[in-house]
C-alpha cells in the first residue's frame, strides 16, 4: 500500500513538472497511456525506499501500540528474531530493487526519454481562435472573426499565405468557410465561399512603381493544408541509448574503461599533436639550421634585418602561438567534457547498487523507530518518515550533484546518504532493543530540572 501511495505522489510531480509539454497537441490515449506507463516506472528508485521506511515503521509502530511486541518478548523472542522474517524479506526485495535498477529501468528510461523528446519537438494541435492570428501551420498566417460551435464553420476568414516569402503579397479574405480533415488526419481541407484574394507582383524594379496586382472574387475555393508536421513523429531509439541513465552495467563498465583509458593518454597524445603541428623537434629547419653550423647562426641576427622581415617573422610568430593557444583550449575543453561524461558514468554505475542498500538502510531506520515510538496508521509514521526520507533525498541529490561536478569522487557522493543514516539505524536498533523510552518527553524533562531546579531535601 505505502509503496504504490508513494508511487502516485512522485507520478503527480511528474505530471505537474511536464503537463505543458503534452496537453493541447491532441496526442492519443495509447500514445499518454504509454508516457504515463513508463514515467510510472521510472519512480520506482525513489518511491521504494519511502515505501519501505514508512511500511517498516507502520508495522512495528501497530506492534507496539497493541502490546504485541511486549507479548512477544514475553515470550522469550528479541526484537532481533521478530525482525528476522522481515530482515529476509527486505533482502529479496533489495535483490529485485537491485535487478529492476539493472536491467529493467535502463530500458524503461529509454522508451520515456525518447518518447517525452517526440511529444515536447511536437506542435500543438491546429486551433483557431477568434480575432487571433494562427502562424501554426507553416507558410500561412490565418484569423478568424468567429468560430461557430459546431467547430467547423468559421466565419470572416483572413489568410496571409507567406509561402513565396514576399511578404504580405498574397491576402485572401471570404465571409465564410468549413475545415474538415481527411479520413487519414493527414490534411485539412479550408472551403471558403463568398471571398476574393488579392496578389501583388513585384518580379522586376518597375513593380516597385506600378505595383500590379491581381484581383480575384469566387463564390467557392478549397485550400489544402499539410497535417503532417503536427502528427508525433518517433525518433530513432538508437539516438539515446548511449545516454548514461539508458545503460546496464556492463555497458556502463565498457564505456568507464573507455574513458578512463582515453583520458590517461590524453596528456601524451595531446603533445604529440601540438609538437607536431606547431613547434616540431625535427623539421626542415632544424636540419638547415644543424647545416648551417652555430658560427654561421650567429651572423644573422634578428637586429640587423630590416624593419619588413622583422614585422613579418614577429607575425608569423604571433599566429603560431595564436594557433597553438587555440589548439590548446579547444583540447581542454574536450577533455573536461570527457571528464564530465566520465563522472556522469561512474555516478550511474553506482546507483545501481545504492538503491537496493538505501531499502536495507531505511528498513533499519523504520523498524526500530516503529518499536520505539509505539504508533501505527498514517499519522505519527507520516510524519517522521517524511522528515528522515528528506534527510537522505537531500544527502542524495547535493552528492550526486557535487560527484557529478568533481568535487569529490562518485563513490563517496552516492553512498553518503546510506553511510550518513546507517550509523543511525544500528543505533536505533540498539536503542530498541533495550526498550529504550527514546521519546519520552518526561525523561529530557527530569534531566533539565536536575541541573537548574535545586529541590529541598
Not at 529501468?105 to 522508451?111: D, F, G, H, I, W
Request: overall charge positive; proline content about 3%.
Amino acid at each position: 500500500m505505502t509503496f504504490f501511495i508513494a508511487m502516485f505522489v512522485f507520478f503527480m510531480i511528474f505530471i505537474f513538472k511536464y503537463i505543458d509539454d503534452f496537453v493541447g497537441k491532441g496526442l492519443e490515449f495509447g500514445v499518454l497511456f504509454k508516457l504515463f506507463f513508463y514515467f510510472s516506472l521510472t519512480t520506482i528508485p525513489m518511491a521504494l525506499p519511502l515505501a519501505m521506511l514508512l511500511s517498516s515503521l507502520m508495522t512495528f509502530g501497530n506492534l507496539g501500540e497493541y502490546f504485541e511486541l511486549t507479548a512477544l518478548k514475553s515470550a522469550g523472542l528479541s526484537l532481533q528474531q521478530i525482525m528476522k522474517p522481515l530482515i529476509i524479506s527486505t533482502l529479496i526485495l533489495s535483490v529485485g530493487a537491485f535487478l529492476f535498477s539493472n536491467y529493467l529501468l535502463p530500458y524503461t528510461n529509454l522508451k520515456a526519454g525518447s518518447l517525452l523528446y517526440d511529444i515536447r519537438e511536437s506542435k500543438p494541435t491546429l486551433m483557431f481562435k477568434s480575432g487571433v492570428f494562427n502562424n501554426s501551420i507553416e507558410g500561412f498566417s490565418i484569423r478568424v472573426d468567429k468560430k461557430e460551435k459546431d467547430g467547423n464553420t468559421l466565419k470572416g476568414i483572413l489568410i496571409y499565405d507567406h509561402r513565396e516569402h514576399m511578404g504580405n503579397n498574397i491576402v485572401l479574405y471570404a465571409k465564410e468557410g468549413t475545415m474538415q480533415e481527411t479520413p487519414d488526419r493527414m490534411f485539412l481541407n479550408l472551403t471558403l465561399k463568398d471571398g476574393v484574394s488579392y496578389k501583388e507582383f513585384i518580379g522586376t524594379s518597375s513593380d516597385l512603381q506600378t505595383r500590379p496586382l491581381i484581383r480575384d472574387a469566387f463564390k467557392e475555393k478549397v485550400i489544402k493544408f499539410d497535417l503532417s508536421e503536427f502528427k508525433l513523429r518517433r525518433t530513432r531509439e538508437e539516438l539515446f541509448r548511449n545516454n548514461y541513465q539508458m545503460l546496464n552495467l556492463s555497458q556502463l563498465d565498457s564505456i568507464i574503461d573507455s574513458l578512463s583509458s582515453k583520458r590517461a593518454s590524453f596528456a601524451n597524445v595531446f603533445m604529440d599533436k601540438i609538437e607536431g603541428a606547431y613547434y616540431p623537434k625535427t623539421s626542415v629547419h632544424m636540419s638547415r639550421v644543424d647545416s648551417i653550423g652555430t658560427q654561421n647562426l650567429n651572423l644573422i641576427s634578428f637586429d640587423s634585418l630590416p624593419l619588413n622581415k622583422k614585422l613579418s617573422i614577429v607575425e608569423s610568430a604571433s599566429s603560431i602561438a595564436r594557433n597553438a593557444r587555440m589548439f590548446t583550449v579547444a583540447n581542454l575543453n574536450n577533455r573536461n567534457n570527457e571528464y564530465t561524461r566520465l563522472l556522469n558514468y561512474s555516478v550511474e554505475w553506482h546507483r545501481k547498487y545504492s538503491l537496493s542498500i538505501a531499502c536495507i538502510v531505511l528498513f533499519f531506520i523504520g523498524a526500530p523507530l516503529g518499536a520505539i515510538i509505539r504508533k501505527g496508521g498514517l499519522g505519527m509514521p507520516v510524519v517522521i518518515s517524511i522528515i528522515f526520507f528528506l534527510v537522505f533525498h537531500i544527502l542524495s541529490i547535493i552528492g550526486e550533484k557535487v560527484a557529478k561536478e568533481g568535487g569529490f569522487p562518485p563513490y563517496i557522493g552516492m553512498w553518503m546518504a546510506s553511510a550518513v543514516l546507517m550509523p543511525l539505524g544500528i543505533w536505533l536498533t540498539y536503542k530498541a532493543t533495550r526498550d529504550s523510552d527514546l521519546f519520552d518527553i518526561t525523561i529530557y524533562t527530569n534531566a533539565v530540572k536536575k541541573v537548574f531546579i535545586k529541590t529541598k531535601p
